[in-house]
Each structure stands twice: as C-alpha cells, then as structure tokens.
C-alpha cells in the first residue's frame, strides 16, 4: 500500500505562486505514475498534472505554461509548483498514486491541501 499526505496549500492573491508537496511511504515510489487533482466545491475532481514514472509529464490546458510538476524518488515526494495562480485554481488539491498490475489497477489518495486564490 501506499500512504500519501499533502501539504503546502494557503491563501495566495491572484499572480502568486505556491508549491505543493506530496510526501508517500509504504511501496516503491519509483514504479507509481503520480499526478495532482483538484476539486472546486460543487464539481467533479480533475486532473491538473501527471508525472509517470520515467518522468514524462502532461498538463491540463488550464494550467499548462503556470505549473510544473515533478518528482524526487530518493525522498519519496512529489512537487506541485504553481506561479500566476488565478481565482479560478482555487481547489482542494489531490495528491494520486497510481500503477496497473497484471488485470489490477491500484489507486490511493492523499487527504487533500487547500489552495485559495483571492484578492
């Protein structure tokens, strides 16, 4: 299994940046494709950034150009740094660990950072 927690989220005004950690335990990090999601209150949780685990990298369009997400598997830990954070980034932030095994697909979540973007 895998345990994950999130932190790094707060109150930033519009323009800001903020970084987001991830710190897992309990499996192999490297072999897991990790990613960020957000959810909005009163939407569905999405995908923001995901970093597989040869360090390929996609974004959403929304935040391509403003975020990068990477990774340090020597301290278990993934990054979320966010720069020119606008009103509408303002979420829950998810931290995901994922692989497929065989016919298994193994998913597990972290509790989830605040991010509140506002003037």
């Known amino acids: 299994q895998v345990q994950l927690v999130e932190s790094g989220g707060g109150l930033v005004q519009p323009g800001g940046s903020l970084r987001l950690s991830c710190a897992a335990s309990g499996s192999v990090f490297s072999l897991y494709a990790m990613s960020w999601y957000r959810q909005a209150p009163g939407k569905q949780r999405e995908l923001v950034a995901i970093i597989s685990a040869d360090d390929n990298t996609n974004y959403a369009d929304s935040v391509k150009g403003r975020f990068a997400i990477s990774r340090d598997n020597a301290k278990n830990t993934m990054y979320l740094q966010m720069n020119s954070l606008k009103p509408e980034d303002t979420a829950v932030y998810y931290c995901?660990?994922?692989?497929?095994?065989?016919?298994?697909?193994?998913?597990?979540w972290g509790q989830g950072t605040q991010v509140t973007v506002s003037s």
């Open positions: 995901n660990a994922h692989r497929t095994f065989f016919r298994s697909n193994f998913d597990y």
